[in-house]
């Protein structure tokens, strides 16, 4: 018994010594895109401040594919030594109501770090649609059930999971057309080939200043500062509506406590810096920087409402 107690109380010391030379080698940041795009832009201003911030090189590696799925398994099932942590996307609490199988469980798996940015969505329509505001589509919708083609970036991205929101909450029946990703949705919307589009904001705001597509409301919970003077959904008939694609960082579930409380203490500083701030908002992303709680809360609230919706739409896929 006094034997295991101090091999015990060794191991609890050798881990503070551990955390308290936390870094000394380069550091790892797992992003789950490819380069390019807001995520690997988020991953590379943080991460250069970061390299700053902890007097070490953080690596910045991209690694692509399955949703995230191969990003996320690879962070999980790396040493939990602090060394290798990953930009985590909504898909990693999404994924498990999505694809039969997947290699972790976003509950169990990861120590939360903190939310980084939320990446609104803009419900936008042709020109050609007569509609101006969420009450007169829907009114439209239900005039011409199964008439309107209804866009999306893909099966089981975010602007797919917004619509099947909208759908469910506002009882409209419409046909959904998935794309290879948002770039040819909102391509097609554009041309007309399709009627309506949960958009990115980075990528709707410069089609609706050019008059290419109408903007009728954003997904946020309130009006956000990328576009403070279009409605909400939510404040347009359906309360508590919100869908927002977010980014955030997460590490293995088994890193110290305090080089996970570290790594958030100095992120979350990052983020509040005026050139951060004001880069990720150009980039029609809003900043965030939250609690490590907080944002275990988030991801379990995001896991358990997109199972809903997801089991009610009887979406799945391989």
């Not at 609890?12 to 380069?35: E, H, K, W």
């Not at 201003?45 to 991209?62: I, P």
């Not at 358990?304 to 009887?314: F, H, L, P, S």
Request: one cysteine or more; hydrophobic letters at 45%; aromatic letters at 6%.
């Amino acid at each position: 018994m006094i034997r295991a107690i101090v091999v015990i109380c060794a191991a609890l010391a050798a881990g503070a010594v551990f955390a308290d030379d936390y870094p000394n080698r380069p550091i790892r940041m797992i992003v789950a895109v490819p380069p390019g795009g807001p995520a690997d832009t988020l991953a590379r201003l943080v991460g250069t401040h970061l390299s700053k911030a902890l007097g070490q090189t953080v690596v910045v590696d991209n690694r692509p594919g399955a949703n995230g799925i191969i990003a996320y398994d690879m962070a999980a099932r790396s040493t939990p030594d602090g060394y290798t942590f990953v930009t985590v996307a909504a898909g990693v609490a999404i994924n498990p109501s999505l694809y039969r199988e997947v290699p972790y469980d976003p509950l169990k798996d990861f120590a939360p770090i903190t939310l980084g940015i939320e990446v609104p969505n803009i419900l936008v329509v042709h020109p050609s649609v007569p509609a101006t505001s969420v009450r007169e589509f829907i009114a439209l919708a239900k005039s011409k059930p199964n008439q309107i083609a209804f866009a999306s970036a893909g099966n089981g991205t975010s602007g797919h999971l917004a619509l099947e929101l909208f759908r469910q909450s506002s009882g409209i029946k419409v046909i959904h057309v998935p794309f290879k990703g948002g770039a040819p949705a909102l391509t097609n919307l554009i041309a007309g080939q399709v009627q309506a589009l949960f958009s990115i904001a980075l990528a709707a705001t410069p089609q609706i200043k050019a008059g290419k597509v109408r903007a009728l409301a954003i997904s946020s919970a309130k009006r956000s500062p990328v576009a403070p003077e279009l409605p909400t959904i939510a404040e347009s008939g359906f309360p508590g509506f919100e869908v927002n694609g977010w980014f955030g960082w997460v590490a293995p579930a088994k890193v110290p406590r305090e080089i996970v409380e570290r790594l958030n203490h100095e992120i979350v500083r990052i983020l509040k810096m005026k050139a951060v701030h004001d880069r990720l908002l150009s980039l029609s992303t809003v900043p965030v920087g939250n609690t490590t709680a907080q944002f275990g809360e988030f991801i379990r609230s995001e896991h358990d409402k997109w199972a809903k919706v997801i089991k009610t739409a009887g979406i799945k896929l391989e």
